[in-house]
């Protein structure tokens, strides 16, 4: 079973890479922002089916493990696990799970928003003792709220959600009507 691969980006194609290591060009697929020639080191899961043998690489063990979860959930196969984390960043990933967050999940080509609830239902346990602190300071459910508002002003929660979680983690007991216009103030700083 192979680990970990090393080598040189030779070509990219949709959605993987052929990596070169050594003599041998290996196919791997990979949610990772990736550039030719580039010298890369992937950890690596293999995905064996009927008709296929597949190589998925990621640039960190916490990659290949949130891929393992993902891939646990009835319906989510390895092509929508790597759609969810080459959409989302990880932590958003892992915070919109822990929150209930069924909506930045839905962002991901592919995955409806029962697609989105399945997700959450099966894996909220799972990271619910992630480290981030930012799951457990917003137990009042301020980030929802703070989307929501932000949605309704034509933001797309793609585009906020970040954004959003840091403020909320930096501010933990400041109300809504406080964080709407900091949210404002800085998305326009980011303009």
């Known amino acids: 079973m192979i680990g970990k691969l090393q080598g040189i980006v030779d070509y990219i194609g949709d959605g993987f890479i052929i990596l070169m290591a050594g003599p041998i060009g290996y196919r791997v697929y990979t949610p990772e922002t990736l550039t030719l020639k580039d010298t890369v080191s992937l950890w690596i899961e293999t995905v064996v089916r009927e008709d296929s043998i597949r190589l998925f690489g990621f640039s960190s ?3 290949q493990n949130l891929f393992n ?10 092509k929508v696990a790597l ?7 990880t932590d958003t990933l892992m915070t919109a799970i822990a929150t209930g967050d069924a909506k930045t999940i839905s962002t991901a080509p592919g995955v409806g928003k029962k697609m989105a609830e399945k997700i959450i239902v099966e894996l909220k346990s799972k990271v619910g003792g992630a480290s981030f602190d930012f799951g457990a300071s917003d137990s009042g459910g301020v980030l929802p709220d703070l989307l929501s508002a932000l949605e309704s ?12 979680q840091k403020l909320v983690a930096q501010n933990p007991d400041t109300d809504i009507s406080k964080l709407v216009p900091m949210a404002l103030k800085e998305i326009s700083g980011n303009k």
């Open 61 to 63: 063990l916490a990659g």
């Open 69 to 78: 979860m993902l891939t646990s959930v009835s319906g989510v196969g390895p």
């Open 83 to 89: 759609a969810i984390m080459g959409t989302i960043k």
């Open 153 to 164: 002003l034509g933001y797309r929660r793609m585009d906020i959600v970040e954004m959003a």
